[in-house]
């Protein structure tokens, strides 16, 4: 008797031993089942990095190259490498505080997560020895509106670790502006060009002149319907932004139509207790 009653506890343990193994695989494999595929990241996005109580919103682009490029008010810029729709991401993260924030300076880490959707992404990120999260979704900067041609002349202010004022004239198309102009010493020339229809641009910013260090910057930009950096006191009208990225001082720059025929920018004093500093760990101005 005992002896049947160890076989049938046996046969007993046996299935259910089985039954853990198969949900085991079948957790698994609905696990998987959740990360295949990819999706259409290509536009424009918005959200917020988090860490502990500090929050800092930004605003960009993910190229057709898989450069995700973000910035905030301050003009402080984030940048992950590689995000070119795959459900899952593991790639380096730069953070670039501007002197606009108080905190000049650079640092590089990791960036993971997933593409949940082709109007999400979300992960975990480490740079100088801090950590914390991101989620960002996508978005219209023109609200219900599409890019438009810009053309006559604007005001630029370019804001992040380079700092200047221009003055610009814009043409071209709605697909394939150009613009040319001078902040009274340089004379700059560039180009955004639309990558297909999402509002993401491929800009070029060249300087050149007498007495002037010859650059070509390029980086990813947009068209928006709002003040982004507060350069122009919020006025209606379309915005052009462009994020150059190409240099190891990375700036923004926000191309805006004049109030009443000149300029209204002012550069802001250094914010204090900025967001984006103590994000990513900067805790004091660098030396250049």
Request: proline fraction near 2%; aromatic fraction near 10%; charge should be negative.
């Amino acid at each position: 008797m005992l002896r049947k009653f160890a076989l049938l506890l046996a046969a007993v343990s046996f299935c259910a031993l089985a039954a853990f193994m198969v949900a085991c695989g079948s957790s698994s494999n609905h696990s998987i089942t959740q990360c295949t595929g990819t999706y259409t990241v290509v536009g424009d996005w918005q959200g917020s990095f988090i860490s502990g109580g500090t929050t800092d919103d930004l605003v960009g682009v993910i190229n057709s190259a898989g450069s995700a490029v973000l910035f905030d008010n301050e003009a402080d810029i984030a940048t992950i490498d590689s995000i070119t729709g795959a459900c899952s991401f593991s790639a380096a993260l730069s953070a670039y505080a501007s002197i606009e924030s108080g905190d000049e300076g650079t640092a590089t880490g990791t960036a993971t997560g997933n593409v949940t959707s082709d109007t999400a992404f979300n992960g975990n990120e480490s740079v100088n020895s801090t950590s914390g999260t991101f989620a960002f979704t996508s978005y219209n900067p023109l609200g219900t509106g599409t890019v438009t041609a810009v053309s006559g002349t604007a005001l630029a202010a370019v804001e992040g670790q380079v700092v200047d004022d221009l003055t610009l004239t814009l043409g071209g198309t709605a697909s394939a502006i150009t613009f040319t102009g001078t902040d009274g010493t340089c004379t700059f020339n560039g180009t955004a060009t639309e990558e297909t229809t999402y509002n993401v641009y491929d800009v070029t910013f060249d300087v050149s002149g007498n007495g002037c260090e010859a650059i070509n910057y390029t980086g990813p930009g947009f068209e928006s319907d709002s003040d982004l950096l507060d350069a122009n006191e919020g006025a209606a009208g379309t915005y052009l932004y462009a994020v150059l990225t190409s240099s190891s001082t990375p700036f923004v720059v926000e191309i805006f139509p004049t109030v009443g025929g000149q300029s209204h920018h002012a550069h802001r004093p250094p914010a204090k207790n900025a967001a984006f500093p103590r994000l990513f760990g900067f805790h004091r101005r660098s030396s250049r």
